[in-house]
């Protein structure tokens, strides 16, 4: 699969199109500026999908003798379907152009369409256990900070931002093209410098994202709509008091950043495995701590914590019981304390909270905010988050209080619009109702009709 055309990547891409996939994939592409790292004879047949073993071969070449410079791309969300769907129906907008672009002229490079989520979930620990790398987390690419260590292997972790996964397209489609200029602006920078490396572009989970085709294929998702709904979630993480639950907590991606290079994925630990040490965990009717305890999350952190801080009060002004989510605190090894406090994250008490994006970078909605010195050195994303700490009911959620308020910047743009034209409605009935008709009118056939000027 070495030197791939943009035509001949759409159409491998669009392989995995046909049916008999499991849901639980992600693609992953692959080049370098060295040659023949990839052997193209043993092609993947159509419907595999790369296990974390067969990843872990198929990456040897960059890894062994001699680890050069490698550059991980990670993204939230990523599905083979955005390769070909935003590409052709958006006419001249093709969010993907650098990394095409970058793959056609690459000397080496290898796309596989489908690859287990369970290993690029643990792709970075992988990475980090294969070599003696410098490694550097980027989570704000700033070129003109970027050093390049020469005495030894670099390994360039930049966390890319996350897909929406509503119905809105354009945004999803905005948020795409953004990470294709990352993508660009960081390999062409490389290029300039004359630094030899390797590139992974690929994601940790699938997305869901609607699509407009054919009657086809709309068929083929309403049979697989219910399957595709099952393994899109988890069910939440739940804390019981006896045989009742008082906290709800969910999140599609829950990964913390320390001291700027080290990446901590909890998803899998907190939802998935279920490894994670609740008991810590307090509940009551007017405060309520969400505790987490994870031994061991990655080399070097012996144990962390990490505590939500929940309190449900009276107002006057609703004459109602609201719950906030004060704070949170992240403990690390028993001694260690960073603590933010949060903003906009409350409800009405019967009610649980939920917002897409949650953490400490200043473009989220719900942004936690370091008030002590500790707190700077860790960096925080969730998505999708959801919780609840108060009146829980039959182990489920209740309806959800959103972060996004009721008038998004859309229907503003509506409402004034509407506004607009109405006044100008107004004002042309108006002025209708004032046209009057002439009290006299002028005969031709008599003599011509005088009007004084006094009337």
């Known amino acids: 699969m070495a030197g791939l055309g943009p035509a001949a990547l759409l159409l491998l891409l669009g392989a995995l199109l046909l049916p008999g996939l ?104 992988f990475l980090q256990a294969s070599g003696d790398w410098n490694l550097k987390n980027l989570t704000n690419l700033d070129l003109s900070q970027l050093e390049v260590n020469t005495s030894k292997p670099n390994l360039f972790v ?27 602006r960081l390999i062409r920078d490389l290029q300039e410098r ?20 054919d009657v086809m294929w709309k068929l083929r998702r309403q049979l697989m709509a219910t399957e595709e709904e099952d393994s899109l979630s ?65 080399n070097g952190i012996n144990s962390l914590e990490i505590r939500f801080l929940m309190t449900n009060m009276f107002y006057g002004g609703s004459a109602r019981n609201w719950f906030t989510l004060d704070s949170v605190e992240i403990v690390q090894d028993e001694e260690k304390l960073a603590k933010y406090n949060v903003s906009v994250i409350s409800a009405p008490a019967e009610y649980s909270f939920h917002c897409q994006l ?46 996004t308020g009721f008038f998004s910047p859309t229907i503003w743009m509506g409402l004034v619009t509407s506004i607009i034209l109405l006044w100008i409605l107004t004002y042309g009935i108006h002025m209708i109702m004032q046209l009057t008709t002439n009290s006299r009118f002028d005969d031709p056939k008599g003599p011509a009709l005088s009007v004084p000027q006094t009337e």
Do not use: M
């Open 234 to 298: 988890y069910p939440p993480l739940n804390v019981t008091t006896g045989n009742d639950t008082c906290i709800l907590f969910y999140a599609s991606n829950f990964s913390l950043v320390a001291n700027g290079s080290v990446l901590i994925e909890l998803t899998d630990a907190t939802f998935v495995n279920r490894s994670v040490d609740v008991s810590s965990s307090v509940c009551s009717d007017t405060n309520t701590t969400l505790s987490l305890k994870y031994t061991k999350p990655v």
């Open 194 to 213: 004359g630094i030899h490396f390797s590139v992974i572009y690929t994601a940790v989970r699938p997305s869901r994202i609607s699509r407009k085709t």
């Open 358 to 403: 949650v953490g400490t970078s200043s473009l989220y909605l719900a942004r936690l905010i370091p008030s002590n010195f500790e707190a700077i050195n860790w960096d925080v994303f969730i998505s999708r988050f959801q919780i609840q700490g108060f009146n829980v009911e039959n182990g489920q959620f209740s309806y959800a209080s959103d972060c």
């Open 22 to 125: 499991p849901a639980e994939h992600v693609p992953a592409l692959l080049w370098s500026t060295g040659r023949s790292q990839w052997n193209p004879d043993p092609a993947l047949h159509e419907g595999h999908i790369v296990s974390a073993q067969e990843l872990a071969v198929l990456l040897q070449p960059v890894l062994t003798p001699n680890p050069s410079n490698l550059v991980l791309f990670l993204q939230e969300r990523l599905s083979i379907d955005d390769f070909t769907y935003y590409s052709e129906s958006y006419g001249n907008k093709n969010p993907f152009q650098n990394v095409q672009e970058i793959l056609q002229s690459s000397p080496s490079s290898l796309v596989l369409p489908a690859v287990d989520c369970k290993a690029t979930r643990n792709l970075l620990n």
């Open 158 to 184: 930049i966390q890319l931002q996350p897909l929406t996964s509503g119905l809105n397209e354009i945004s999803t489609l905005e948020a795409i093209a953004e990470n294709d200029k990352i993508i660009g």
